[in-house]
């Protein structure tokens, strides 16, 4: 007599449930997760990013300095490696170069390694003993593929422009050049619109001019530490691969009375910005950005006041605006996950260059962070995904100190100063708990934290570089991945 339908049914119900071990279930997460993690190492120009990049694949390297994360502490962490990059198409990460910059080579103090200025990626292998006594019994050492991606900071700025008009684009840039210190540097540009109808037919010398002469003033405006986070493109301060091209020759343009003609260079510069929002940006972030499972928003805080509350201001609008273009949020598990598609499920929010600014007062750098990045933080933990702040240095350049002053006993701290034989002290001045206020002081000029240099011997073989909690950086970004 043959079984019936709901018989056999019942018998592959029970060969399925003798596969589905627990032994066999965690072999098959493992085999999941063992594909790269690729690591978004995120923020705009000058936040550190090359330098975060460096410390972090030295302090992989050599672990001695890294008693915050997790697996180091417990002596799970085997070691790790320099790896081939993955994709063939992106330039590697000049890991050997950057730090031999920091070094100092040839006869050469140690300084800052180049600003980045291209698309590039480090991979780097990484062993380790679970924590686990099933995961140990099944797998005794396991292995993770770290990709770490880096870009120019220039291009962060670009992600605000996928959802914009060239009109809305244009209106706000015109408008922010006839304010402030920004007008007197604005001149020579606006001086050239005034010279031209927008709605007359388009021709490719006055295109070229007007790209050149918007790339002059952003340019010029940096220079001047005047911010451009609002204004971009990205690449018309970073072209790298796209330098000439006709996809650059444009500019923000009034908008004629009535509908551009077609053809016209009104018609024609709204084309092009819409190619390069559509096919620049669009396929930059589908190929790399949309692809990211954890990222690191790297913040020169101290930069940012120095420079005085507009700056400050300008910088948390245009990472508000740039981080809403990313991919947030946790499946719910691990096949969540997978139908979900690729997300970044953990952010990190690091103010840098921490120690600028006195030991004492790194609390409160924290808490200037966290009201910076409130509603971009908030928006992320809705989506599902872990956030954190820290104010860190990827390689501590400076040390805190004591210096009597007038009877008072300040909190300063002591570096190298470029142009300056010896280590100098610094009063940066006193951040204060209360965030509203520390803006309200950097709007008064009441900050001047220096850009120190990197010291002697930071690199010695065999060594991590000193760092402020660049250790619980990481146990944030990988150390769920190390357990």
Partial sequence: MSASPFDRLGLEARRLARRLTPEALAEEAASLLDRPLRLGVTG?????KTVFTTAVARALLFPDRLPFLQARADGRLIGAELRRPGDPEIPRFAYETHLARLAGSDGEMPGWPASTRMLSQLRMGL????AGMVDRRIRPVRELTLDIIDYPGEWLLDLALIERSFADWSAEALAMLRQGKRAELARPFL????TLDPAAP???????ELGQGWSAHLIACRAAGLAVSRLGPGRFLVPGDLEGAPVLAFSPLPEPKGRAPSGSLYAVAAERFDQYRKRIVGRFFREHFARLDRQVVLVDLPGALSAGADAVEDLKLALTESLGAFRYGRGHGMIGRLLSGVRIDRVL???????QVPAAQHARLDALMQSLVADAARAIRFEGA???TLAIAAVKAAESVFAEHDGRNLACVRGRIAGRERPSVVYPGELPADPAEALARAAGGGFDFPPFLPPEGLV????????IRLDQALDHLIGDRLG
């Fill in 127 to 130: 062993r380790w003993k679970p």
């Fill in 349 to 355: 929010f690091a103010a840098t260059k921490a120690d």
């Fill in 44 to 48: 705009l120009a000058r936040s550190g």
């Fill in 202 to 208: 388009a021709d490719d010398v006055t295109l070229a």
């Fill in 386 to 388: 872990e956030t954190r």
């Fill in 460 to 467: 010695r073989d065999g060594h991590g570089m000193a760092h």
């Fill in 191 to 194: 001086a050239r619109l005034e």
